[in-house]
């Protein structure tokens, strides 16, 4: 064992340290100490501002001051209010814009919703209101369709004006929509015409069908013409079919026959065109199958009768030993006499066929009572 007293002088003893070294190292950690309480007062001050900006969106002073409601299409904007739920007292961070939109846009009258805040104290709200375009029946009461093909009520009567669509499918409830159409996604506020391809040609991959071809259709006529259709028809053997009641003809109901969905534009020009311009006194079916060239037919034509052909009348009529032939003409004939009625958009043979043949050329035909009957409209006693 070593001996203390026998170890070299300064054994055992901490080396001593130069005073300028002890001095520069002091400095140092008082110089990171003043770093990091700058470090910390700095984030110290961040947290209070966050904390007072946070705190002050939740004081009376940034309060909801001026709501702006733009209803489209004839709603009431204090009802578009109500349902958004937004008062004088709500605070401007509690007003969360799509939870509002999604809940007006629920309402099956609403849609399109658009929710803005702008800071600091007004909200901007935006909506379309939705406006029957046709009609269903479903168990005792009408379903009023919208353009884009939503339900958005279920009526105890018609109202008058809407068409009747026919073949369309179930109906689903109310703020649901038919089977075939546009759907929830564009705004109720753009017009049916506008949601399909009113162009498409009858061999192109987009051709419109079903309700949604019907809406687009009853859509594109004028207003004042669109009260004329009767119903619409999507699933007919011939492809779309509707029923109208012209407005220049006193009696009668006109069954028009669409074809596929293709060219809608173009028939629904054509079909406003005969409604507003043409006397259909008498005529029976129109085919617009190819809306460039309309045929008309008075006589039933060979895509059956209108529904309530039964509500039709005809002015005219024959005492016994008479006959006409043709469509039905205004007057009376005597017995032993005969009246070949004219043709309107085409030509009614003796049977009451249309032959198809040019306007105003009559069919011959044998009469009764030794009559002899003339084309084109003479007639003779026998």
């Known amino acids: 064992m070593t001996d203390l007293l026998d170890a070299p002088e300064g054994a055992g003893m901490s080396p001593s340290i130069h005073p300028r070294i002890a001095r520069r190292w002091v400095d140092a950690r008082r110089a990171e100490g003043r770093r990091r309480l700058h470090i910390l007062l700095a984030v110290g001050s961040l947290l209070m501002a966050a904390a007072l900006a946070v705190g002050s969106l939740y004081t009376p002073l940034l309060r909801v001051r001026h709501l702006r409601v733009t209803v489209t299409g004839g709603g009431i904007p204090s009802e578009v209010t109500r349902l958004a739920g937004v008062t004088g007292h709500t605070l401007m961070i509690d007003v969360k814009a799509p939870t509002i939109a999604a809940r007006l846009d629920a309402d099956p009258l609403l849609g399109g919703a658009q929710v803005e805040r702008v800071w600091p104290s007004t909200v901007r709200i935006s909506v379309a209101a939705r406006t029957p375009l046709a009609v269903v029946a479903v168990a005792g009461k009408w379903a009023e369709i919208d353009a884009t093909g939503r339900v958005i009520a279920n009526a105890a009567v018609q109202a008058a ?105 173009a028939k629904a020009s054509a079909l406003a065109t005969m409604l507003d311009s043409a006397d259909l006194s008498g005529v029976t079916g129109i085919d617009l199958s190819v809306p460039s060239r309309p045929a008309a037919e008075t006589t039933s034509p060979p895509f059956g009768p209108p529904p309530n052909a039964a509500a039709a009348s005809t002015s005219g009529s024959s005492t016994s030993g008479s006959s006409t032939s043709g469509s039905s003409t205004s007057g009376s004939a005597s017995p032993g006499s005969s009246i070949s009625g004219s043709s309107q958009a085409g030509t009614a043979s003796a049977g009451g066929a249309g032959t198809g043949s040019a306007p105003g050329a009559g069919s011959a035909g044998s009469t009764p009572s030794g009559g002899v009957a003339a084309s084109g409209g003479g007639s003779s006693g026998g």
């Open 161 to 265: 004006g809407l068409p009747m669509l026919q073949s369309v499918g179930s109906v689903p409830a109310v703020g649901a929509w038919l089977a075939g159409t546009p759907g929830p996604r564009p705004s109720p506020s753009t017009p049916a015409s506008g949601l399909v391809d009113m162009y498409a040609p009858a061999d192109g991959p987009d051709v419109p069908g079903g309700a949604g071809a019907l809406l687009a259709l009853i859509d594109a006529l004028p207003a004042p013409l669109r009260s004329a259709v009767l119903t619409a028809d999507a699933a007919s053997p011939t492809g779309l079919v509707l029923t109208v009641a012209p407005p220049r003809s006193a009696v009668g109901i006109v069954t028009v026959l669409l074809g596929d969905g293709s060219l809608l534009a």
